[in-house]
């Protein structure tokens, strides 16, 4: 605790994926006063195909 | 804002998923009154050994 | 199955959030093929002071 | 209802994510009351590359 | 990790809900091979009005 | 897109929270070079009764 999820298009390089993991870490720590130890982050990938705004996939633009 | 996640069992076609996107968003924002520019749509296909209904796996009926 | 989450800040009327569940059901057996018996979805609703977009919450805009 | 959702590490065989499923539905129905029948029980494998603790990676360790 | 969610109508007791976190823990133990300290449940509780199954809400019922 | 879900236990401050998405936004933007009106952050606080680790809620500690 805090766990935190990041849902994004997938197409981030594996050094994006491990900077925002521990940017997000820092981030999250600094401010809720949470040590990182107790800290959890996961990534969830989505495709061009799953993913709609106003009614239009991203696949689809 | 809203954000509508749309969890099922993989196997759609493509177009049944444009359509779920489209149809959804509309019914989003004809009962809330958000504009659709605001509706984020979001699919998450499962595989039949990840879903179980009491107790049993859909890969195992 | 299907799943459906729709998360929204919180304000709506219960005659708007009865109208959500009948037509986004509607919308996803629709697309799907799904029976509605199948579908269930769940209303999430959040506090402005918990939701931020560019950095910077609604209850703060 | 009650819906859960158990995100792990993959890896688990076939034969785990079954009893998985059996032993978490029983769980859950002999301390809530709800019959089986209503029970939804969803598994989410995450890569190792997309879970961090601590601000490491499983997959940087 | 593993992380486990349990989606629910609101209503039970507080023993309900503590009997819930141990059973789970040992289900997911016991089937996954994950240690017991490794293992995070979080409870989530919905009113009748924010849960609909087949197009009606649990409150109009 | 990318939607950020921060889940952890009530208690920080307003002033924590507006913190903490002023910057977990920033992290995500730099890291996964997503423009920052593109990004989402939803807080989501548990009350210590319904959070168990190793089997045990913080509310029983």
Known sequence: MPY????M??????DQ???LVTKVTEA???T???PKEAIHVMIEEMSKS???IA???KSDQ
Do not use: I, P, W, Y
């Open 55 to 57: 009614g239009v996939r």
């Open 28 to 30: 999250v720590s600094e």
């Open 9 to 14: 298009l997938e197409g981030r390089t594996d």
């Open 32 to 34: 809720t006063g949470a």
């Open 50 to 52: 799953n993913l709609g």
């Open 17 to 19: 994926k491990r900077a």
């Open 4 to 7: 935190v999820t990041v849902k």
